[in-house]
């Protein structure tokens, strides 16, 4: 599949419907951005955990994420 678009003037690219469709792409969806020198990759963003670094059952808490082991170490510390 390709779709071509063009780079709006505040540098914003728009993903088609079919694309986001076709991928699962929805709002709020958050991707990380990688360039190899030439290409632009975008990689969805999985959220992993402040301590552990763990990315199963990751959760925000307040300013922050952390996935369900470290949520009841730090409760039972409270």
């Known amino acids: ?11 914003r690219i728009s993903l088609p419907d079919d694309v986001r469709e076709l991928i699962g792409v929805f709002e709020g969806d958050e991707f990380d951005i990688v360039t190899d020198g030439v290409n632009i990759i975008l990689v969805r963003h999985i959220k992993t955990c402040l301590a552990c670094d763990d990315d199963t059952d990751v959760q925000r808490m307040n300013k922050t994420y952390l996935c369900g082991e470290c949520r009841e170490a730090i409760a039972k510390t409270l």
């Open 1 to 11: 599949m390709k779709n071509t678009r063009t780079v709006e003037k505040n540098g």
